[in-house]
């Protein structure tokens, strides 16, 4: 497709023309929600590796992505108008993911061990998909299949005319992330070295909560629940750049996870001819053997 099938579908669209209904509809929504998700996906979970000192932390395995997903269960389970909205939606996802952010925080506060802080973050995961379990045996069939479907995560639930709605968010979400980059640089020394540098520990965790609940819910409710990106994309950034600096590392993230996810929805697209796989599934494929090689590296 050229160029100007490209400036045409945007600026002179032509429902009549069927190259711009495909460049329209269906390759800018996905291309552009692939970069979206893949990025701040990464950054969320390289905010809490920061925040809770833990190369195995992320939304979710520490239960932030499962909240998100049972607060969007009960908006589209419910069958209650303004909750199937995208701005029900997106402030669902987003209380969800703020409320099991705070409770992982304050599970961080009471136990010292990190392996304690996983199994908690598994625990509560755990239960949030029991109680999504519970909604789903309790609804109708048709709100069943459309929460099913959105389960299995996907980047094609998504239409032009959402983009800027969550382009804006997630665009200002991300620009304020590089404001916390010398309070997340004297993280990474301690919380007591941090807090002799003049940060605010309090005030920064919630910050970082509470920009890590927006982007995951937004992300969230418009994609599905979407694995391991937000957990393998962060290490895999320390790896290449073999720093700690944050200036570096939210832009190594930024690029890295859009990449990757970029990718990701290209190999499915080639494969979707011979069988179909959900994208959680798929990132779950590639994610889950990098995590265990993080693990098995650092218990060796």
Not at 86 to 91: E, I, P, R, Y
Not at 213 to 228: D, E, H, Q, S, W
Request: charge should be positive; glycine fraction near 8%.
């Amino acid at each position: 497709m050229s160029f100007n099938d490209l400036s045409n579908a945007i600026f002179q669209f032509d429902s009549n023309v069927t190259t711009q209904v495909i460049i329209r509809e269906f390759r800018i929504p996905r291309m552009t929600m692939a970069i979206l998700s893949g990025s701040t996906l990464a950054l969320c979970g390289m905010f809490m590796q920061t925040l809770f000192n833990n190369p195995l932390a992320g939304p979710y395995v520490l239960g932030i992505n499962t909240g998100s997903s049972l607060f969007v269960a009960f908006t589209i389970l419910s069958g209650i108008p303004f909750f199937t909205s995208d701005l029900g939606m997106t402030s669902s996802a987003m209380i969800g993911a703020f409320i099991f952010g705070v409770i992982i925080l304050s599970c961080s506060l009471l136990v010292r061990s990190q392996i304690s802080l996983l199994l908690i973050g598994l625990m509560i995961s755990s239960l949030a998909g029991a109680l999504i379990s519970t909604l789903e045996l309790a609804s109708e069939s048709e709100q069943l299949k459309q929460f099913s479907i959105w389960s299995f995560g996907s980047l094609q639930q998504v239409n032009f005319q959402q983009l800027p709605f969550i382009m804006g968010i997630t665009t200002i979400a991300v620009l304020f992330s590089f404001f916390l980059v010398k309070p997340l640089n004297a993280l990474t020394l301690g919380e007591s070295s941090a807090k002799n540098l003049g940060i605010n520990i309090r005030n920064i965790r919630i910050i970082i909560i509470g920009i890590t609940a927006v982007l995951v819910g937004t992300i969230t409710a418009f994609c599905g629940p979407i694995a391991f990106v937000g957990l393998a994309i962060p290490n895999l950034c320390r790896l290449l750049f073999k720093t700690q600096k944050h200036q570096i590392l939210i832009i190594g993230n930024l690029i890295i996870g859009s990449i990757f996810m970029l990718s990701c929805d290209s190999i499915i697209q080639h494969i979707e001819p011979y069988f179909s796989i959900p994208l959680n599934a798929f990132t779950s494929i590639l994610g889950a053997p990098f995590v265990i090689f993080m693990i098995l590296k650092r218990l060796v």
